[in-house]
């Protein structure tokens, strides 16, 4: 995995409270490889194409977007299907922070997992910065994941929150599976323990 | 301080526990089905083996056609490599899978507690976010994603931070034609989408007591609809009972130990937690969504919200776009509303009790609308069609299937039209989930019955005998 670096990018609001991960990506798309090189179509298929494949007014189509490598979302970003493929689609797109009040626990691990940085700002927050890149389309936003904390497009900084070892492994770009092998001697041991402990359940 | 059933399970699991408090939890049972299929590819080119092939249960459930019966039924394509993969990998790798020949295949989280591969105490994990359902026998079960899972097969563990606690208590008795369904939709549009992020909800009170194991799955099936990944019933004799003398459920004197442990796990009286919600069970009447989050629900007599009265610019805007997308009106009644589909299935409600539901509705009553009714495993068919429940619906104009996931999730070409209108009994009505432009409806089993044969949403309990609702 890529470690996250500092970086400035155009961002793109996406003004959808609740957005599930079905929106993200429509399920008729999750069997297929993510080496498939129209999977970054697949990123908000529904909202972006009609039937025929044509271009909707969705911000996504939008060309001052076509760069865009933050998202700005709204309330429960990623809630509910497990699918990681949502964000098989966003790092398909080059999006590498999603920027939103609230997050769909199981889609802000997969995020952690794949690299790409979930910040959480208030809903004022989140709200301010949308209108900001709603009145100014293909304005930045500075992302400092070291010192936790971004520059709006007014040049206001907002500090964020994120666990510790969140940060340390994006910042290191580590895999898990590599970091849990270190673990080896210790999961062994408990689960021989465990296993004579409960024995019904094996 | 007591502790909470949720506490009880996960501390008895935690193998250890870093700086930032994320422990590393022990999983005792991992399920997996056919959308997984190309993980196996990934972890041999990764390196990786399945650490504990003994612990890893697999059925086939979102790929195959519901009129399908032997993979030879699947045409060639995603759907067949999806399931065909599935049942090599188990092959070559050595793990418990029941293939679509096998009665006891059918949607993972109907197959888990039928065998008894769920059980009180235990952690299970499985890559699909209703993994909530396994938490009704008192097992702390959550989805996670395809990394996840990898990480699973390889080293029988998982990094986890632990939730908050919430207790939601349902009081009184639920009335005639009032079910599981009911109550977890009520309890979403309490508490919004959002409201069990972060949380692990334990389901407490008289109307859960009350409840049948089938109607706990049902409740903490949607726990993950209000945006809680795990959902938790304290095991009781029900659960007890519900357990005994199924297939990987102990036996003798490991019978005896484990009844032993379960009946420590329910919550102690002076555990705390962080939130707690009451409900009045007796208030809750039959409900339908109608826009395009579970949070948005009615009782069946309530009519559709204003937008123009919500405060919040974003909520309102966000009603008026999904009373645009249903094709709805402020003020318009449910039952103003005919529906073109039925689809009585999913992992919400697949299983006997919620068959025998939609059966009493339908009998000697006919379909005014294409229903589809898709059992959860093929043991539940077995079940049903022994009760002569298929020949109910099929004399009612119903199609009785094959079973599986069908057309919760579209993606085994059971699906809507653009602007067709469901009533499902199915867990998600989000915009394009039952095909591009679908209308879906979250109803109970008998309202989605209640509709098929009147062609609109009703109020089941107007179907019903008289002097039934009277004796409740």
């Given amino acids: ?202 | 301080m007591g502790k909470t059933l949720f506490e009880k399970i996960w501390e008895r699991h935690v193998i250890t526990e870093r700086e930032d408090g994320d422990v590393l939890l022990y999983i005792d049972r991992h399920m997996t089905h056919d959308m997984h299929f190309r993980l196996f590819g990934q972890l041999k080119e990764q390196g990786l083996s399945i650490r504990n092939p003994d612990q890893l249960y697999a059925t086939p459930d979102h790929s195959m056609p519901t009129t399908a019966r032997t993979l030879a039924d699947i045409p060639p394509g995603e759907m067949y490599d999806a399931v065909s993969v599935l049942a090599q990998s188990a092959d070559e790798l050595g793990f418990h899978h029941y293939p679509m020949t096998d009665d006891r295949h059918g949607i993972v989280h109907v197959v888990g507690p039928e065998q008894g591969i769920t059980l009180p105490g235990l952690t299970l994990v499985c890559g699909d976010s209703h993994t909530s359902t396994h938490g009704a026998l008192g097992c702390l079960a959550f989805g996670i994603g395809s990394t996840e899972v990898m990480h699973v097969m390889a080293t029988q563990t998982l990094w986890q931070r632990k939730p908050r606690a919430m207790r939601i208590t349902v009081t009184g008795t639920l009335g005639h034609g009032v079910s599981g369904k009911d109550v977890i939709l009520a309890v979403i549009r309490k508490i919004s989408a959002a409201g069990g992020t972060g949380y692990a909800i334990e389901f407490a009170g008289s109307a859960i007591e009350a409840m049948s194991m089938e109607g706990r799955m049902t409740v903490c099936n949607m726990a993950i609809e209000a945006g809680a990944r795990s959902g938790l019933i304290a095991p009781d004799d029900k659960t007890i009972d519900y357990c005994k003398g199924r297939p990987h459920a102990p036996t003798g004197a490991k019978w005896d130990a484990a009844v032993d442990y379960w009946k420590t796990l329910p919550s102690d009286p002076d555990a705390v937690f962080d939130k707690e919600v009451t409900l009045d069970g007796d208030a809750i009447a039959p409900m339908v969504t109608w826009g395009n989050s579970p949070q948005y629900s009615l009782a069946v007599d309530e009519a559709a919200p204003d937008p123009a009265l919500e405060s919040d610019p974003i909520v309102r805007a966000e009603m008026a776009a999904a009373l645009d997308y249903m094709d709805m009106k402020p003020g318009m009644r449910l039952s103003e509303l005919s529906v073109d589909t039925v689809f009585i299935g999913a992992c919400t409600n697949s299983r006997i009790e919620d068959m025998r539901a939609a059966a009493a509705v339908a009998k000697g009553r006919h379909a005014k609308a294409r229903t589809l009714v898709v059992p959860g495993s093929g043991l539940v068919k077995k079940q049903a069609e022994a009760e002569g429940l298929d020949k109910i619906f099929m004399e009612a104009g119903m199609e009785w299937r094959e079973p599986g996931c069908s057309m919760c999730i579209a993606v085994n070409g059971d699906m809507l039209a653009p602007g067709e209108r469901a009533a499902s009994t199915s867990n998600r009505n989000f915009r394009g989930r039952q095909g591009p432009g679908s209308r879906t409806h979250l109803v109970s089993p008998a309202m989605a019955a209640a509709a098929a044969v009147t062609g609109r949403f009703t109020d089941v309990r107007d179907l019903m005998e008289p002097d039934l609702i009277e004796k409740e």
């Fill in chain 1, 1 to 202: 995995m890529e470690a996250f670096k500092t970086f400035a990018s155009t961002a793109m609001p996406i003004d959808i409270p609740n957005c599930d991960t079905d929106q993200i990506i429509p399920a008729r798309f999750l069997r297929r490889a993510k080496t498939d090189p129209d999977y970054h179509r697949y990123m908000f298929h529904d909202l972006r194409f009609d039937a025929d494949g044509v271009e909707k007014d969705f911000v996504f189509n939008k060309p001052v977007y076509r760069k865009a490598e933050i998202l700005v979302a709204d309330i429960n970003w990623g809630c509910g299907s497990s699918r990681e493929n949502a964000v098989d689609a966003m790092t398909a797109n080059g999006i590498k922070s999603v920027i939103a009040p609230s997050f769909g626990d199981i889609h802000y691990s997969n995020c952690i997992q794949n690299g790409v940085l979930p910040i959480q700002l208030s809903a004022e927050d989140c709200a301010a910065l949308r209108a900001q890149l709603r009145e100014s389309p293909g304005a930045e936003i500075a992302i400092d994941l070291d010192a936790q904390s971004l520059t709006g497009p007014d040049q206001a900084t907002y500090d964020f929150d994120i666990k510790a070892f969140d940060k340390y492994r994006l910042l290191n770009g580590l895999d898990d599976v590599q970091l849990t092998r270190e673990f080896d001697a210790k999961i062994n041991a408990f689960e021989s323990g465990y296993k004579a402990d409960n024995s019904w359940a094996y």
